[in-house]
């Protein structure tokens, strides 16, 4: 089933006489449980797309569909707490609270529940473990490494079970060593939660984790490719 439908997107900057197109006619969907890819060149349109996807920007026309809910034309109030529990974010720099523990910023989307966050503590050991981060919950992001503060960002991003995961170069600030791990992890919340996840990627490596790829190129939807089977490791 389509977790995601986007339809017809078109997104235009700028006024009247000095309209920039920085996407035209962009039509795709995604599969619950998809690890999918986002590549094209600087420019291409893929931030734009990203913050359209995760309802920070709403497009000149067209409509994105999640999980069935139209968030083109969902009310301010309705997407906070729409992104707040449906959307999990990875992002380049972490974007961790340095004044907050390791613990309290992964409960941080839930901040504005009125549910006790106490009722977390299960889920917390459980996307902790699965991430390797467990012994790590009372420490602050300035004493744990960089591969390590983007696995405590990952569990940030899944904290809620959201529908998708969207990840804007989740392994660009990380060395070689750190990012494949981070990749391996966020494969194993794939399968193990099956949760879908959107990478935006400038990198082939991190791309050939996806189970498919979109390729943008000058606002448009220009080619796609598939992996069929596993991904095979030597
Ligand atoms: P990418 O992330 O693939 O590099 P972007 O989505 O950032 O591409 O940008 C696509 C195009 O839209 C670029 O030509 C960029 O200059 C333009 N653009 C992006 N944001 C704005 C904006 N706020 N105002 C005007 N033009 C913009
Ligand atoms: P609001 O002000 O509408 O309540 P917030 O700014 O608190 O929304 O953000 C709600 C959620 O959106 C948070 O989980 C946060 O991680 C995410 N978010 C915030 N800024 C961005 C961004 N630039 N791109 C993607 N997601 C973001």
Known sequence: TNLVEVN???KTYGKKGNLYTAL???SFTIEQGEFIGIMG????GKTTLLNILSTIDKPTSGDIKIGGADVTTMKDAALSTFRRHELGFIFQDFNLMDSLTVKENILLPLALDKQPVSDMEGRVLYVTKILGIDQLLKKYPNEISIGQKQRVSAARAMITKPQLIVADEPTGSLDSK???ELLQYLTEINTKEQATI?????DAFSASYCNRILFIKDGVLFSEIRRTGTRKEF
């Open 8 to 10: 017809h997107l078109k």
């Open 24 to 26: 035209e006619n962009i």
């Open 41 to 44: 060149p600087s420019g291409a």
């Open 178 to 180: 750190s990012a494949t």
């Open 198 to 202: 959107l990478m935006v990627t400038h």
